[in-house]
């Protein structure tokens, strides 16, 4: 008989639901929905990186992408699924009440941005982020964010919290606790609404909120009260304990699976990030960095705990056992802003076209739509196919990719981005390989980031939009990082490594070692490095780093 898991991947414009054969990985069907409000730029002023989403948003798509990938398979699939697992963006926390519902479901806040989940991408919290950097380095006492990289970030757990808190006494009032968008989904299908009974994601809880057990958990109350006293009262409420992937958080409710067209009673997996369940997905491997490549970026590495030993590794997102592959040390880093420079750059350029049709009268409003969005959906493809041909060291361009702030090394969301050696000559199609080019420049200060701190990086798997779509991206990366870069065959590898971490939750596989193994789809494509281009970015790197020190002294 057929062995079928469901791995869910929430990204940040979609949810993705595939279901795969856990004997042998094959992709039974799969289905991909979009979330309605997000798409219509509700709850969102991108002006104040605010970056909101809304909890209907997440159980309208869940629903659909399930239903189409299960009417898209054979006859009889929903119910020989036997175990869910989670991956979703983070961090995205939300305020929830004493049973667990966001509070943006209640009548109440329906339509309060503060009350919805707050997205990885939120920026809000910056002030917030660095009064706990500064607390963590003066109190007095342990520094909590010493296993965080050093550095707290306005992308995470506790900042974002302290932020709501200031802005919204009606939300800061009504919430009970807060839980994150992987903590959340588990507990709403599973219907445990005693947020104490909760299996808490440790690769939430220790990348993003400071838990960790040398300290018994989550960080004190006697330093959350110096951030905060609300903080300090909103401890009591949280969790000690936290759960790695490959443990059952509870079992799907008659009623979702009646919702879902599941079978009742099936094992849901505890939850965890896309990046993290993205590199299983991907076969991670020892000292290999797994390079999750869309919109933003995040980076993973595992190692045996007893080859990390005590080493803090500075500047990174945290180092947490267990938080990618369970018994090893999951460290991870990323770039604030990857596909969303490019995309920044499409709609730079977009807006003349937008604003020149609107105005014009030679066209009806249907062929100006026709037109906007042909131009649009070809413009990226033009602009590398133009940008191959350029020399590097003869365009004289060179840019910072901050334009969201900085997450690796040393997270920084002040930051921001720079073009320079701009003349009258230069042209789109050289701003926007100066573009990709400080994209690659960002992926490269991350391996000298884990370098520098004694850790080795033996090569380089790369998954997610980008490094299927771009290959002008991605030989740039190979050139600059001087490393081969393999591309993970599979269409969707985070909702594949949620499908695995399902099936050892079911006891389908003894280790996700193994789900790997059996699972697996391998690699598709390998760029290698050109020598003559390493050369050229090895120079234009060391004026990328010394044009950062420069802007970051001044935006500080």
């Not at 059952?248 to 094992?267: C, H, M, N, S, V």
């Not at 020892?286 to 803090?312: F, H, N, Q, R, W």
């Not at 460290?331 to 730079?348: C, I, K, M, P, T």
Request: glycine share 8%.
């Amino acid at each position: 008989m057929e062995k079928y898991v469901l791995g869910l991947d929430y990204g940040t414009d979609s949810v993705r639901a595939l279901i795969a054969d856990a004997l042998t990985g094959e992709e039974i069907a799969s289905a991909v929905s979009y979330y309605e409000r997000w798409a219509k730029g509700l709850y969102c002023e991108p002006s104040q990186n605010r970056f909101r989403q809304h909890p209907q948003d997440y159980i309208d798509s869940m629903v659909q992408a399930i239903r189409q990938a299960l009417a898209g398979a054979p006859k009889g699939t929903g119910q020989r699924i036997l175990s869910i697992s989670v991956d979703t963006t983070g961090s995205t926390p939300v305020a929830v009440n004493k049973e667990g519902t966001p509070l943006s479901m209640l009548p109440k806040f329906n339509e309060n941005p503060n009350a919805m989940f707050v997205l990885w991408k939120d920026h809000t919290a910056v002030k917030e982020a660095d009064q706990i950097n500064h607390l963590a380095r003066t109190w007095g006492g342990t520094d909590f964010t010493k296993y965080e990289g050093g550095v707290y970030s306005s992308e995470w757990f506790w900042a974002k919290v302290l932020h709501v808190q200031y802005v919204d006494d009606s939300v800061k009032n009504a919430a009970w606790s807060w839980l994150e968008h992987c903590d959340w989904i588990p507990a709403l299908l599973s219907g445990e609404k005693n947020l104490q009974n909760l299996k808490i994601s440790r690769c939430a809880a220790g990348h993003k909120a400071m838990w960790h057990p040398e300290w018994g958990g989550l960080p004190p109350k006697e330093f959350l009260k110096l951030l905060n006293p609300d903080l300090a009262d909103l401890r009591d409420r949280l969790y000690s304990e936290t759960y790695t992937s490959d443990v059952k958080a509870g079992e799907l409710t008659a009623e979702w699976a009646e919702k879902l067209g599941l079978k009742p009673g099936i094992a849901i997996g505890v939850g965890a990030f896309d990046a993290h369940l993205g590199a299983v997905g991907g076969e991670i491997k020892p000292y290999y960095l797994s390079k999750v490549m869309g919109t933003s970026t995040c980076d993973m590495i595992v190692v045996p705990e007893a080859e990390l030993g005590d080493k803090l590794v500075k500047g990174i997102c945290g180092q947490v056992d267990g938080s990618v592959i369970p018994g090893m040390i999951g460290l991870e880093a990323g770039q604030s802003a990857f596909g969303d420079v490019y995309a920044w750059f499409r709609n730079l350029l977009m807006w003349p076209v937008k604003n020149a049709l609107a105005k014009t009268s030679i066209l009806s409003v249907s062929e100006k739509e026709k037109l906007e969005e042909e131009i649009a959906s070809n413009l990226i493809a033009e602009l590398s196919e133009a940008a191959e041909g350029i020399d590097p060291e003869q365009s004289g361009v060179l840019a910072l990719d901050w334009l969201n702030g900085r997450r690796t090394p040393d997270a920084n969301q002040l930051l921001t981005g720079t073009i320079t050696g701009l003349t009258l000559g230069t042209d789109a199609p050289a701003v926007f390989r100066a573009l990709v080019e400080a994209t690659a420049f960002g992926s490269k200060s991350i391996v000298e980031r884990f370098r520098d701190e004694g850790l080795r990086i033996d090569g380089v798997i790369a998954l997610g939009g980008v490094a299927k779509k771009s290959s002008l991206v991605m030989q740039i990366v190979a050139d600059v990082l001087n490393m081969p870069i393999e591309v993970v065959r599979h269409e969707q590898t985070c909702a594949l490594g949620s499908a695995m971490a399902a099936s050892v939750v079911a006891g389908i596989h003894p280790s996700f070692e193994s789900a790997r193994e059996k699972m697996g789809h391998g690699f598709e494509k390998v760029y290698k490095p050109r020598p003559v281009f390493v050369s050229k970015y090895e120079e234009l790197y060391e004026k990328y780093v010394k044009l950062g020190a420069k802007i970051e002294s001044l935006d500080n």
